[in-house]
Nanobody
Framework: VQLQASGGGLVQAGGSLRLSCAASGRTSTIYAMGWFRQAPGKEREFVAARTWSGGSSYYVDSVKGRFTVSRDNAKNTVYLQMNSLKSEDTAVYYC????????????????????WGQGTQVTVSS
């Protein structure tokens, strides 16, 4: 599975951005797509994820109600719509694919995700 992320940029606080992650290759092996972020000087953290089938999604508390993960089936592309952005959302954002574990639930740990896209920078100015 190959992942190509795009859509980052500079936005003012309160604004919106949409990140894209195009998946190719053996996408049939994907159970869930996740988004992670890493701010300067901090560890990479889970942000949100959605099952490839679209049946379930999960968001970290800090982005609930502001971020939405969606998918365009025809394009094999997953999106992270980010609204009401805050300065603390500034980070490099990564998309990742999880082949799924035995429990078939959305997972939030980095090492559960086998495939990663390159990061895309999101900068929110206050």
């Amino acid at each position: 599975v190959q992942l190509q992320a795009s859509g980052g940029g500079l936005v003012q606080a309160g604004g919106s951005l949409r990140l894209s992650c195009a998946a190719s290759g053996r996408t049939s092996t994907i159970y869930a797509m996740g988004w992670f972020r890493q701010a300067p000087g901090k560890e990479r953290e889970f942000v949100a994820a959605r099952t490839w089938s679209g049946g379930s999604s999960y968001y970290v508390d800090s982005v609930k109600g502001r971020f939405t993960v969606s998918r365009d089936n025809a394009k094999n592309t997953v999106y992270l719509q980010m609204n009401s952005l805050k300065s603390e959302d500034t980070a490099v954002y990564y998309c990742a694919a999880d082949p799924g574990g035995r429990m078939r639930t959305i997972r939030t740990r980095q090492y559960d995700y086998d495939y990663w896209g390159q990061g895309t920078q999101v900068t929110v100015s206050s």
